[in-house]
């Protein structure tokens, strides 16, 4: 158990609508990084916030966004769903960003768009 | 980041040591070694990490080359528990992100 957890496990929605996904992080931890997992591929970077502040982004569109709270819980929402946004979207959350922080992961939201 | 290159697949037999090796030729000097497991649908779970001594924790041994263009994940007594895709990664020092790779599909047969 990594103590970070994820909600939903799994939601199916329809192309156009958007969506929201939760992540509580381990307590004490500053830095929550956000995946994407494609069926049969590693998990590919979406963003990463510090302190509640975007601390970096990987190659994703602007309809992806984020939110960090005060309280280790984060959310990541994609608007104008697309059939690729189909996925394992993954938090992991770490002390700080830097690259000695082991990042400790979520079980996962399985994302179905039809 | 460096690459890193994995066999696609691999099998080992219950109870014996497993052992994973990892190619990172252009690694720099300041880039760490991770590795990660990822048993079918859950997270990604941390097994170890290293710089450039090997290193040991109760899940796993990190064995890096002198030159560290290469490691080897070494599993010591395989249960049919560690079947799972392990992803080798190189991670530049103050980097925010793992890059995943396709990793190493592991099955621990009985």
């Known amino acids: 158990e990594t103590g970070v957890t994820q909600s939903p496990t799994h939601l199916i929605k329809t192309r156009g609508q958007q969506v929201t996904l939760r992540c509580s992080s381990q307590?004490?931890?500053?830095?929550v990084s956000w995946y994407q997992q494609a069926l049969g591929q590693g998990p590919q970077f979406i963003f990463q916030?510090?302190?509640?502040?975007?601390?970096g982004r990987g190659n994703f569109p602007p309809r992806f966004s984020g939110l960090q709270f005060p309280n280790y819980s984060s959310e990541l929402n994609v608007n104008a769903l697309e059939l690729d946004d189909s996925a394992l979207y993954l938090c992991?959350?770490?002390?700080?960003?830097?690259?000695?922080?082991?990042?400790?992961f979520g079980p996962g939201t399985r994302l179905t768009v039809l | 980041d460096a690459k890193t290159t994995q066999p696609t697949s691999m099998d080992c037999a219950e109870g014996r040591a497993a052992n994973l090796p990892c190619n990172h030729s252009?690694?720099?000097?300041?880039?760490?070694v991770y590795w990660y497991r990822q048993i079918h649908s859950q997270g990604p779970q941390y097994i170890i990490h290293?710089?450039?001594n090997n290193e040991t924790n109760e899940m796993a041994s990190l064995i890096i080359t002198e030159d560290r263009k290469s490691s080897t994940l070494i599993l010591p007594h395989a249960t049919l528990r560690d079947t799972a895709v392990y992803y080798c990664?190189?991670?530049?020092?103050?980097?925010?992100?793992?890059?995943f790779g396709a990793g190493t599909t592991v099955t621990v047969r009985a």
């Open positions: 992991a959350s770490s002390l700080d960003s830097q690259s000695t922080d082991t990042q400790y």
């Open positions: 307590s004490g931890h500053n830095t």
């Open positions: 916030y510090y302190r509640e502040e975007e601390n």
């Open positions: 252009t690694i720099s000097g300041n880039e760490y």
């Open positions: 290293g710089l450039k």
């Open positions: 990664i190189v991670r530049v020092e103050n980097d925010y992100k793992l890059s």
